[in-house]
């Protein structure tokens, strides 16, 4: 088990700044590859950026490339995601998933753990 806890959401305005950051705790001695999702009231949760166990390969959603950049300390058990000039259509609900593989995933129903989600509000 993995269990996640994520931090660093708030309330910033269009072209502004935050950092998400995901600490993980319990079985993490294995390849766990991690990703970032986000989702809004009615919607499908989406990825946005995810990284893989393997080499660290990352990926992006084509609507936050450029402006959001994911990263992960294996040695502190954390993954960070830089997001730069935030648009409103960025508001969502933000969350840390992680999976049992060396390889990442852009599909919500491949990750086995969450963290409770982040709320980032983006006012224009």
């Known amino acids: 088990q993995v269990q996640l806890v994520e931090s660093g959401g708030g309330l910033v305005q269009a072209g502004g700044s935050l950092r998400l950051s995901c600490a993980a705790s319990g079985r993490t001695d294995g390849p766990v590859s991690m990703g970032w999702f986000r989702q809004i009231p009615g919607k499908e949760r989406e990825s946005v950026a995810r990284i893989s166990w393997l080499k660290g390969t990352t990926s992006y959603a084509d609507s936050v490339k450029g402006r959001f950049t994911i990263s992960r300390d294996n040695a502190k058990n954390t993954m960070d995601l830089q997001m730069n000039s935030l648009k409103p259509e960025d508001t969502a609900v933000y969350y840390c998933?992680?999976?049992?593989?060396?390889?990442?995933?852009?599909?919500?129903?491949?990750?086995?753990?969450w963290g409770q989600g982040t709320q980032v509000s983006v006012s224009s």
């Open positions: 998933a992680a999976r049992y593989d060396p390889y990442s995933s852009s599909s919500s129903s491949a990750y086995a753990f």
